[in-house]
């Protein structure tokens, strides 16, 4: 006899953001379960970004602290990296304390899965004391390159630093010292205006591309006389953006885009830019009359469109998807693929004989016929030597000559009277 | 005037070869005389479906006068016209309208709709693998004649 379920009492599911009186049991229902995995995976990429700059620690300047958040759904509380200098050090300091892991492990008995998945969502001593090693090293490092680059740039390059505030919103913690520390040969600060120095200058229309993604950063970077020779290029950059972290919260997928070779504006807006080097000038373009690539490449192709078109049959022969589509138990499919294949032979010209038999017939079931379509071409075939034998016997014959009836007696007595 | 839409045939050789090259679609073959009645407003209801028809059948006339086509009239066993008989890849179709030849479609269609349900019946029919098939049109509108049997 089946107990009948205890109703308790309703309660909010943080995961699934809904109420219920399922008590307990509501964590094994699969929708539960699903919007779990969703929740939990959203929050393993926020530390995910967290570890990132717990195992590369950089600097964190202090008009981006206020941007530099993040919502901790286990503890529901917010972490604000104000009056920290190093980028997330509260989020790191939060999410090894033991309070944390006492609300992860009530959420996860709660919620959820099994309790083996705590470390993902924590972070350990040992880890926190070597951030804090790098993180000593670090700031006696940078202390005075830092306050010197400060002090250059802060009256040239306003202009530079509102252009990276508007557009590199969402990348929050990309300190300059971070960039010089650890590929100091491979990017240059940006010497030039980007806009004009486009469209004018080509030759430095590479190094404009890529040294755009600095522009938020040229205030802090030391000035380089020759950003060429340092080996400015795509891939250093690209290899540049694999230390950082891909997430939102700290960088966005658009700096990617930036980096191969965009420019963003101050609307917002980000534009790809072709280099020179694509575009050959030999050929011509719209501005100096040139025709248009497609035009050339059909004149050529144009006869051997023509030649094509009158065979377009034997092509859609060819065509295995057409074959593949009509049923192969359709009337006369072996016929029709052979009679396919010798058409296709006769256009090619491999010689096959066009003339038909003229003693050829269709396949045809007669109106009298008993038996077989074959049996009843057999019959006509007769019928029709029987017609051309007749005809041909009457034109060959001589003409008969009437002669009255003799019996054989008055013959047999003719013959003896003639022999005696 | 249908004459100058759709093609006729007055040799064995011409026909032979349009049955042989008519892959994967029906063939219609109209045996009749451009002169008679019923074969012109056979021609005529043939013509103006040609079009309709076009992705997968083939009209084409012939005419039974020539002396060359004398031995499908006698092979087909042709005796009244117009007679319209139905290919698919040079295979012979039957048609089971009712009447006592299943071999032909003898006389004029009465509209231009049956003519096209009867040659669709046809495809279907052939590419399912079925080499006779019924007749969709309703019996009042097939065309009544008596059969002779070896002109007996």
Redesign the interface.
Known sequence: MKKPSKKSETEFCKVCRLHHDQGSRHKYFPRHKDFLSTFLDRFRSKIADVRFFLKNPSVLRPEEQSQNRVWCVFCDEDIVELGSSFACSKAINHFASSDHLKNVKQFLWKNGPAMDCIDDFRISEADVAKWRRKCQSLGNEDASSFKGSCGQSGTSNDIHNKLAFKTMDKIENVPAPHINSHHSNDVMPLQYNTNKFQISHSELSGVAHHASYLNMDASHLPLCTDPLRNGFGKDSIASRTKDFPSNGNYCNQEDKKQIKGSYSSPDGLVVTSISSSHSSDACGNVHSGAPPPWLDANDGKSSNVQLNQSDMSSFQAKIPGKTRKLNPNRVGAEWAERRKIEIEMEKRGHGINNKIDADWLPNFGRVWQSGTRKESRKEFEKEKRKLVKPESISIESEPVKVQPYISKRARRESVENGCG | MSSYLLKTLTK??EI??I???T??EVLVLRFGRCTDAVCLHHDDILAKSATDVSKFAKIALVDVDSEDVQ?YV????ITLFPSTIF????????LDSGTA?H?KWVGAFHIKQDFIDVVEEIYR???????IVQCPVPPERIPKYQ?L??DV
């Open positions: 064995k050789e032979d070869r049955i042989r090259d892959i994967d031995v006698k092979y087909f066993d290919f698919f890849n040079a295979h012979h179709m039957k030849d071999t029919g052939a590419m399912k693998g079925k080499m059969l049997y070896k």
